[in-house]
């Protein structure tokens, strides 16, 4: 089964509401709070490292500078991802997927690898891919992934190699286009996760008319939080799953 259970709280690059985003503590921060499901950003270095960041430089989130496509997993000792968000987190590393993947077996935790749109070429996509799929074979057997991806040429690569991991194509305003079922059904993708601004209850509706699962995102107001459930929405990404009321996470 392909799908997870109702009303799925994701804590969008980890608990980064109280934590420096994409960070292990971000993401250790889950289990204290009873949140099952966190979201994660992945890109590769020089020599096949899979790393976990949001962009595609290192500038807003660490104490370096400029494209991470250069480094070598010696590099990743000396770059601090956490000083910028409270003194409390000075010191927090950039952490690597393999990181990732010993918490999550460690925590019982689930997660959304989000695979960033590479911008290296084809090469380093090719490692990127080789390297998630090396990590995700680590994961213990109750575990449970999705893929997600704006790049949808790179998660149908990603789906080839894969095929009993559930993908989710991303969609925004510029992307979300009338052929969005078609690029689903050549993907073979199980899950749309779509822009909160483009969500209404036809568009959930429609998604599940054609035998899809929708996450929203992103989702930091919980008054809306509610009213996607209420629309029937699968699921919903949040920078504040520390302030949701305790019957959404059961």
Not at 32 to 61: N, P
């Amino acid at each position: 089964n392909m799908y997870y259970s109702d009303r799925q709280i994701f804590a969008h690059r980890g608990m980064s509401g109280i934590a420096p985003e994409n960070t292990l503590c971000a993401f250790r921060k889950c289990a204290d709070y009873s949140v099952q499901w966190f979201e994660l950003d992945v890109d590769v270095i020089s020599d096949g490292t899979v790393i976990v960041c949001h962009d595609s430089t290192l500038d807003r989130t660490t104490n370096r500078t400029g494209s991470y496509y250069e480094l070598s997993f010696r590099d990743l000792e000396n770059i601090d991802a956490g000083f910028w968000f409270s003194d409390n987190y000075i010191g927090e590393k950039l952490p690597t997927l393999a990181q990732v993947i010993d918490l999550m077996n460690e925590l019982d935790l689930n997660a959304n690898i989000e695979i960033k749109g590479c911008e290296a070429g084809k090469d380093y996509v090719n490692k990127l891919l080789n390297g998630i799929h090396e990590q995700i074979n680590r994961l213990n057997s109750e575990r449970k992934i999705i893929v997600s991806s704006f790049n949808h040429l790179i998660l149908s690569e990603f789906k080839r190699k894969m095929p009993e991991i559930p993908v989710a194509c991303l969609w925004d305003k510029q992307n979300f286009s009338k052929d969005w079922d078609t690029i689903m059904q050549m993907i073979g993708a199980e899950y749309v996760h779509l822009d909160k601004e483009l969500v209404t209850k036809e568009i959930i509706d429609l998604v599940h008319t054609k035998g899809y699962k929708i996450n929203v995102w992103t989702v930091n107001d919980l008054s809306i939080t509610n009213q996607l459930f209420n629309w029937g929405a699968d699921g919903i990404f949040t920078d504040n799953a520390h302030l949701l009321p305790y019957s959404y996470l059961e």
